[in-house]
């Protein structure tokens, strides 16, 4: 499945435009990565922690976007884009919303 955050593909032509395609998770941060991140903030540098915890939203977002386009028969996502979003009580869960329009394409 070939992803892309253009509108097309240099290389390509869109034979067919099967519509909006989405993936979403929500992924719950713990409390030691929370107080490891604190730690991290107040000694300065990178946090480690939620660096994994973005990954692992948007792999799981743009799993579940492929695996939806696949199943109407894309075989690409154009005009990719991905969403993160706090949410919970205190905002202590990470939302990454993805989207793109599912395409059938094929090579120029």
């Given at each position: ?8 593909l ?16 929500i ?6 990565k929370d ?7 107040i000694?300065g540098?990178?946090?480690g922690?939620?660096?994994?915890v ?14 939806r386009?696949s199943?109407w ?6 005009g ?29």
């Amino acid at each position: 499945m070939i992803l892309s955050t253009t509108p097309n593909l240099e290389g390509y032509k869109i034979e067919k435009y099967l519509g909006v395609v989405t993936g979403e998770t929500i992924i719950g941060a713990n409390m030691f990565k929370d107080l490891f991140a604190s730690v991290r903030d107040i000694v300065g540098g990178r946090s480690g922690a939620y660096e994994k915890v973005l990954a692992e939203g948007k792999n799981i977002a743009l799993k579940e976007m492929e695996e939806r386009a696949s199943e109407w028969g894309a075989n690409a996502i154009v005009g990719v884009d991905i969403d993160y979003e706090t949410v919970g009580q205190s905002n202590s869960m990470l939302m990454v919303a993805t989207s793109g329009t599912a395409v059938v394409v094929s090579k120029l």
